[in-house]
């Protein structure tokens, strides 16, 4: 196999997709991206990962054994100062501090941290799509007027992008008081300056494209043109770069969380508020603090394969 | 009057820390009405920079410069707002380009893409304009077109993304198409087959084409008329049988030499030379071939030939132009005044008497030989 040359190796790629043709008919560009994903076993692992994540995020709270946050082990009597019991039989991750049951509150956080990813991230792509859009089109249409739209707005991007984002994060959460929807505001407002850049850049890139000069050459507007045509091909990676945010998305909010400006009300388990009530137990039951991180950790892995995945997979220059 | 005259148009670049290219050089052609008009020069010579001068689609880059006149149907296409260039392109004049795969949006349907200029120009839309295109694709010999509308580029072959961009550009019947090597990026047996779509379509809708290749036998099957361009410059123009059957420009000559169908017993070869434009002599000033030229003398260096027009109506720029047939070669370096073939064909100035001496050069052959 290593004696057959990169010449070799292309043309029978090139065969391999030639006779693949066929049965591509009606396929999307997308569904073409979608195969090469299939084939990669990182994205494999990421999707796996994530499904579990999903799965036991919507229908998980319902099969837990234990309500979130009934106090049974107080009740019981079995928590004592110095003493949480462990893990057992009726409860696999054992007891927290308010002698809550571990699992079910892993269960209904996933929950939550998927729903605080989600539409945090949903926010930083809409605002980060607007401003990026906006600025990218400006920059192709030219002009003066494009030239100052496109300068003053990346300014603005440039300076939110100048400040380390945690602290941006923990800024605005602060302002807006501790609750759910200051997580979200936040950890979203972090990513805008990351989608508006990407996307800029993505459409000033694709401006200089064959296709840019050959609907210029046929007379189509240069506004219809930075629509129908530029945007469409720089989403690209502006989706992909959202999956990588829903990684950093999952981490910031717990971190917010951890810094006690997340939701104030227990009711709701979340897995960066059970980290950090999980600290001061570190002594006695340094699982307590384990079973959120590595959910954390995992969760997060499984975006960043997934995300990084779909970066190659949709990469022009791997692609045709 | 012709439908495009394009006069002494030259395109520099400059670039801050680099060398100021002067990509076109004071090119003058025209195009009458119908007409197939050839542009033929090897890579670097300035074609597509002429014809992106003349769409003006030319990239807006600091210190780029474009200087003399397009005149189309009357309206000199330099100097024209962007908005009726605008309404010009697609409708009036239309290009095609080399590689049909990046010169469709990869996202979009080929249908949309097709509608878009329907739309643009022609106010079409929904039902009608669906129509229409299917019209345009079966028109351009694409079979099924109607599924083919809802296809992505990617899912063509390459023939048939050419023919759905030739279908983009015919759509508003232009009476001026450009097609700059609309068949390089293709397979030989597609090549002609795109070619006699060509030939075919601005026949019977009586379009002018500029058609730009490096390939002479692209030329010899459809063109009228061939501008032969060097280093920026026209450096022969001829209609097309003349220019086959009696080259008389020495690249020319060398051109013909390496198609082989043509002039099979000459074998001449042109040594190639990295870069090729004019920037790259070794003297100030003088004919831009001459470093590759084996008819080179004395005054080809100095200043750059004159254009000489000859009384049929073809031009070159050359001071030793090839011999025509009916002279021996030895006889024409000294006697190339207008001898009985060639009245008026060759100004006296240019023609020397000794053969060149060029320092820093080999000898050059002043006679064409075979080997
Ligand atoms: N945007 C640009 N900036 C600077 N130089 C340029 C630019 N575009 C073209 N040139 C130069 O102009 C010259 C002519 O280029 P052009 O593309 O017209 O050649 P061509 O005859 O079309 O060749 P090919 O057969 O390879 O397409 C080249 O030397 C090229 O380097
Ligand atoms: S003979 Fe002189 S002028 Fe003619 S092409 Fe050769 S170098 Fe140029
Ligand atoms: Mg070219």
């Known amino acids: ?320 | 009057m012709a439908l495009l005259d394009v006069e002494d148009l030259s395109v520099t670049f400059a670039r801050r820390g680099q060398r100021t290219v002067r990509a076109v050089d004071g090119v003058s052609f025209s195009v009458n009405a119908g007409e197939v008009v050839g542009l033929v020069g090897e890579s670097g010579c300035g074609k597509s920079v002429t014809s992106l001068a003349i769409m003006g689609l030319l990239p807006k880059q600091p210190g780029l410069q474009v200087s003399g006149k397009a005149v189309f149907d009357g309206t000199d296409l330099l100097q024209i707002d962007d908005r009726s260039r605008r309404d010009i392109r697609g409708r009036d004049v239309a290009m095609i380009f080399q590689d049909p795969l990046s010169s469709l949006n990869p996202v979009v349907p080929i249908g949309l893409q097709v509608t878009e200029v329907l739309t643009r120009h022609r106010g079409m839309r929904g039902e009608a304009a669906a129509k229409e295109a299917a019209q345009l694709l079966d028109r351009v010999g694409i079979p099924d077109p109607k599924r083919r509308l809802k296809e992505y580029p990617h899912q063509l072959s390459g023939g048939m993304r050419q023919r759905a961009l030739i279908a983009m550009a015919v759509a508003c019947q232009p009476r001026l198409l450009i097609a700059d090597e609309p068949t390089t990026a293709l397979d030989v047996t597609i090549q002609a087959q795109i070619l006699e779509l060509l030939k075919d379509l601005v026949q019977d809708s009586g379009t002018a084409l500029v058609m730009i290749t490096h390939d002479l036998g692209v030329v010899a099957g459809m063109c009228d008329t061939i501008n032969v361009l060097y280093g920026g410059r026209v450096v022969e123009t001829a209609r097309r049988r003349p220019l086959f059957r009696q080259p008389r420009h020495p690249y020319t000559v060398g051109l013909l030499g390496s198609v082989p169908r043509l002039d099979a017993g000459r074998g001449e070869r042109l040594n190639p030379i990295p870069g090729s434009v004019r920037d790259l002599l070794p003297w100030p000033d003088g004919c831009a071939f001459a470093p590759r030229c084996d008819r080179r003398v004395d005054a080809c260096i100095g200043e750059p030939p004159e254009l000489v027009l000859t009384h049929d109506g073809r031009s070159y720029r050359c001071v030793n132009p090839a011999p025509l047939p009916g002279l021996t070669p030895g006889d024409e370096v000294r006697t190339a005044v207008p001898g009985p073939a060639t009245p008026g064909s060759v100004p006296a100035q240019a023609v020397p008497d000794e053969p060149p001496a060029v320092p820093g050069l080999a000898a050059a052959p002043s006679e064409e030989e075979t080997p």
């Open chain 1, 1 to 320: 196999m290593t004696t057959i040359g990169g010449k070799k190796r292309e043309k029978i790629d090139r065969l391999a997709e030639l006779a693949a043709r066929d049965e591509e008919r009606g396929v999307s560009l997308w569904q073409d991206a979608f195969r090469r994903l299939r084939r990669n076993p990182a994205a494999i692992i990421g999707a796996v990962i994530l499904t579990i994540f999903v799965l036991v995020a919507l229908i998980g709270p319902f099969l837990v054994p234990y309500g979130p946050t009934d106090t049974m082990g107080i009740r019981e009597g079995l928590i004592k100062p110095g003493v949480i019991p462990g893990s057992s039989s009726e409860h696999w991750f054992g007891y927290d501090h308010q002698g809550r049951d571990v699992f079910s509150r892993m269960i209904v956080g996933a929950r939550q941290t998927l729903l605080v990813g989600v539409v945090a991230t949903l926010i930083g792509l809409a605002v980060g799509v607007l401003i990026g859009g906006v600025a990218g089109a400006a920059a192709g249409l030219g002009g003066r007027w494009g030239r100052w739209v496109d300068s003053t707005l990346m300014r603005f991007i440039d300076m939110l992008l100048a400040l380390p984002s945690l602290l941006l994060a923990v800024s605005i959460a602060a302002l807006l008081g501790p609750s759910l929807t200051t997580v979200m505001i936040a950890v979203g407002m972090v990513s805008v300056p990351v989608f508006a850049r990407l996307l800029r850049g993505s459409m000033i890139a694709q401006s200089n494209s064959d296709y840019v000069l050959a609907a210029t050459s046929l007379g189509v507007r240069k506004s219809k043109i930075a629509v129908a045509h530029v945007l469409p091909n720089s989403l690209a990676p502006v989706i992909v770069q959202a999956t990588l945010t829903l990684a950093t998305a999952i981490i910031e909010a717990a971190a917010l969380s951890f810094l006690g400006l997340g939701n104030p009300d227990s009711a709701t388990p979340e897995w960066g508020v059970m980290l950090a009530d999980a600290q001061q137990y570190l002594g006695i039951r340094p699982e307590l603090a384990i079973y959120p991180a590595v959910a954390i950790i995992i969760t997060a892995l499984g975006f960043t394969l997934l995300g990084e995945s779909m970066r190659e997979a949709l990469d022009p220059k791997l692609r045709k």
